[in-house]
């Protein structure tokens, strides 16, 4: 637990250490609920209309009633964001189906649980930034779309923590996911960009790559930079012969990749990648004030 973590639960602050859910919730016990995270910059959230409009998604999709309006949402965020000390950080939104009868069953919940944590995260560090990542392909499958829909932020990510684990033990930064047809589907906590003749691709939610806001972001910058971007479906090929690929996520940002599997990229950090980087802060900073 981190000792600088701010946390919101159930309509208050609460010292971190107090933050406490039961062993009876069904989001402990079985991955059921749904979640975000929300960058915030200058102590406010970025595109958090956005994030609460997927919240609000994938919460109906699992059929989990909200307890709250977004706007109760939003200003817990906001109340959140104040009780902390820092002016930039990362919030983890966390709705679960609550406490209830052992059982899958959620008729027995009777209220879900909704909990806030702001904290620091650096998920790669500057040199890693700079020099790009080293990513590998995991051998752990993205789960299909009609076992759960990848649009879905649900509290179930086993195996993209299995695909995490792949990538420490090959000593590399981060792991690509592949859909069970073998193409790209998207990184552990993150989706995947290449740049071929100029043209930037990345998978279709159809692949399995969940619809980043992030990814939003760069879709909105290329167009604005008179960079081609299109969803595309991709191969392991298109990783190994990419001019460029970087990640983008609300936990990562944007990161260069150096190379995937031993294949290092034509170039990292590429043009195209340090001009939609240069163009993402510029965003951040303008939207922030
Ligand atoms: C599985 C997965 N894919 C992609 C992303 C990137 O989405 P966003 O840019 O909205 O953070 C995330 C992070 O939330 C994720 O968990």
Known sequence: MSSQAVCWLDGRIVPAAEATVSV??????????????VRYYRRTAFRLEEHLERLALSARAIALALPYTMEQLADAVRETIAASTAEDGYLRVVITRGGGA????????????????????????????????????????????????????????????LARIEASHAGADEAILLNAAGR?????????????????????????????????????????AGIEAVEAPLAPY????????????????????????????????????RRLERNFRALVQGEMG
């Open 24 to 37: 009876f919730d069904h989001g402990l016990l079985y991955g059921d609920g749904v979640f975000e995270g």
């Open 238 to 273: 298109d990783l190994y012969t990419a001019e460029e690929c970087f990640l983008t996520g609300t936990a990562m940002e944007l990161a260069p990749v150096a190379e995937i599997d031993g294949r290092r990229m034509t170039v990292c950090p590429g043009p195209v990648y």
């Open 102 to 161: 052992m059982g899958l069953d959620p008729r027995g919940c009777a209220r879900p649980t909704v909990f806030i944590i702001a904290l620091q995260l650096q998920l790669a560090d500057a040199a890693k930034r700079r020099d790009g990542l080293r990513a590998i392909i995991a051998a752990t499958r993205r789960l299909p779309p009609d076992g759960l829909d990848p649009r879905i932020k649900s509290l179930n990510y086993l195996n993209h923590v």
């Open 184 to 224: 790209v589907a998207e990184g552990t906590a993150d989706n995947v960009f290449v740049v071929r003749k100029g043209r930037i691709l990345t998978p279709p939610a159809v692949e399995g790559a969940l619809e980043g806001v992030t990814r939003g972001v760069v879709f909105e910058l290329a167009h604005a």
